[in-house]
């Protein structure tokens, strides 16, 4: 009977802890956006990556499924695009289809339910890892799962980009099922904890692969070397290979799809692999309170709780714990740091992929890793000594001063930490070595439970300052978000036709997405390089890993295929300036003839206004250009603490000789409709800079090196007077900036209302479209044999003419579909898209489930013989 009511009362702990293990973290989520004054009514929840670019994603998929439309296939994301690389980066997750039920809700509500859901899921998965493989069954295996639910990762990388947070709460269930292998021979629950990281996020799924590979290599040499026969240790190999092949397999239909989008859209390292090798103490600095993250940068974001970095060499001097488990720890963690500081096993670790401004996106393992490091502390008796705890506290502050001696020295330049941070370590150091007194020798529950849960809170919570960057506002968010509803919803009543939109005073990359409408806005690194470069050629703001809505001129609308401009409201000195929608009247559509000459063409340069110039002329077959330069001796510039010169090199530096300047540069006469300016750098560059162009019509305020020295900004109208202002203000960033040139055009809208007309007479007339699927007729001409569409070229694309498949081309540095017609004349024209590899993806998985299911079905098989 004792037995009994002893094992009743482990259960109701357990589930107690349990229960706690996903209530703490959801409770300290609340707070770090209450305490971030994100709760709607100053900041929204989401910000950065996930406003930017995740929700649009998540809200495009699941509008597509709610409509029955293409999951394969979208036209509401860049120009067209195979939806692969979303759907195995974080969209199969079962959570993701919470934006499915609850698509009429606030995104913002579903995002933090979503967050609050897996931040409380990777809290439980841990402490069940920390129960039933680290022995730990104390309150501290909770109080380490919250730690580690809620570190740095999680916080500045994992609730911006919310698919990550699957991989943390399958990795301590990976290890359970990885240790039940090792320790039983158990494979099926191995190849499924596999299987779903390949599934739920491919990236990550790879990075877990290569770090169980360590881990199971580093086991074996330690427990079974010498210690098994060959055959033995041959066993293990092969069956740890069987379940990793398996489960490559079965996940073949997702992560096969997304090798071809990639193999077929690589772009070019934005990266040199020389810039992310860093000094180990920078990355060390990391495990501290108060260091200040940016999202992007050198950052390793291993920070996991300080309690954790005091039980870590308590731990290591440990006189109960083996002297081999001690030493398999150590080659762990010192795998993982050797990562960090020697690019081949950084780059290894990222796929042989530039990680590309993020590079360290595998620092969730350190976090997994250094809290089981610390709860399986607790897994031992140890008696409490303060002499330890003094000599272990006193040597980690002695490090941080070190580390922060660096600092002021200028060794550790992107250090931003300050010394204040040295009092609250120390605090917190000293309030954690109090709660295990209180645990180890007062022996008062309540008082250990209360104190532990308010000091874990306090950290946790007062340390994501550090870490929530970029907040957006809410009132702007939601003057935005009510106009787009409205004015798309109206739009797609009213004009079924395949045309494409564009979001003026867009807050975010892809708007197109968010609202499901066809737009030309990219986010991620791999997507369609070339159409990034054709759309930075010809004005649209961009960068080698985004394109804005913004830039555009009607020019450019025309080549595009733009039927509608929509710019949303805009908060100007506290007033909400109205939005308005506008029709291009140069509308050509998705596709039209044009001239053979496009085949081979080829951007003459980085001015945006020659560029398109040459395109529209490759295009008509004629040479008239629309844009005509100004030279600035013919512009008025009026510089107020700012100074625009031109250097020896023909370069110009914009410069300012106060803490703010401004230079407004005007032009006083109408012999043109429309003036812009670009400011013309050799490549665009994601780094900012003080610099801003302010006012302009089509892009708002924006920063000059952030994804716009490709933007053609429009003058605005000032009476008689047409004006753009550069604005640079106290910052960070140097106090001057250069550029190849200031390049400012008039745009001539009789000569390009001749080539609209010239282009018109050869557009493609859509008869039906759905994503991925075209039908229409077009008229072809003795000149123009060439059918030019602005959809990024895949080799998923198949075209027909008449009902005969013909071969397609790729046209503008391989930046879209055409294809072309033997003769003139009247033809039926269609396009379908199939998504490469995805049948050879299915038929994989298949053989994959079957041998799945003879693993599992392995032992009933040997029964019946």
Partial sequence: MFIENENKKNRLIFCIYIFLSFVLPVIFVFLIFLYNKMYGKDYIVMSTDLYLGVAGGLRD??????????????FSSNLGVNNALG?????????????VLFYKCDVNIVTLAVICLKVGLVSVSFFLFSNIVLKNKNFFAVIISVFYSLSAYSISYAMIQISWLDTLYT?????IAFYWFLKKGKRPLLIIAYTYLFITNFYLGYMVGVFSLVVFVIYIAIYHYKKISIKELINIIINWVLCVVISIMVSAVVWVPTLFFLLGNRAPDSTKTNEISISLIQVI??????????????????????????????????SKIEKKEKIFSSLVTAFLFLCTIFTPLNMLMH?????????????????????????RYFSFDDIFSFKKYFIVIISIISFYLLVQQGNITGLIGDSLNNNTGLLVNLIFLLLWTLVIFIYKRANKKILFFLLSVLILGSEIVSNSKFLVHEKIDAKEHYIWENFMNENVDNIKLADKDLFRMINSNSPIYDSDSWFSYNGISDFGSQEKYPVRKFLSKIGFAASPRVTLETGYNPASEMILGVKYILNSPVIENDEVVDGSVFVNPYYLGIGYMVSGNVVFCEYPGNNVFENTNYIINSMTGFDEDCFYRIDLDDVIIDNEYMNIEENRFGQYIISKNYDAGVSTIMIDDDLYDEYYLQIEVAEPVLKSSDLYILYSPNMGKIDVQNASTSHSALFAKDGDVHKCVLYSAEGISPE??????????????????????KLSKGVLKVA???DGYIDGHVSVSKDKRVLFTSIPYDPGWHAYIDGKEVETVRLFEGAFLGIMFPTEGDYNVSFKYEVPGLFIGKIVSLLGVVALLSVIFEKKFKVKK
């Avoid at 509008?63 to 394969?72: C, D, E, R, S, T």
């Avoid at 990795?171 to 290890?175: A, D, E, I, K």
């Avoid at 360290?360 to 610390?374: D, G, L, P, W």
């Avoid at 001057?736 to 007309?757: A, H």
């Fill in 61 to 74: 998929i699941a509008n597509n499924i709610i409509n029955h439309k293409n999951l394969m296939f979208s």
């Fill in 87 to 99: 759907l195995s980066t974080g969209v199969l997750s079962p959570f993701s289809f919470l934006y």
């Fill in 171 to 175: 990795l301590p269930l990976f290890f």
């Fill in 285 to 318: 600095n990391g495990l501290f309170w108060g260091m200040d993250y940016n999202i992007e940068g050198t950052y390793s974001y291993i920070y996991s709780g300080l309690l954790v970095l005091l039980l870590i060499p308590l731990y290591f001097i440990h």
């Fill in 351 to 375: 796929g042989f992929d530039q990680p590309d401004f993020f590079w360290f996106r595998y620092s969730f393992i350190f976090s997994f890793v250094f809290c089981a490091i610390a709860s």
């Fill in 736 to 757: 001057y900036f250069v550029c190849d040139s200031i390049n400012i055009y008039g745009l001539d809208k009789e000569i390009l209302q001749k080539q609209y007309d």
């Fill in 768 to 770: 039906n479209w759905s």
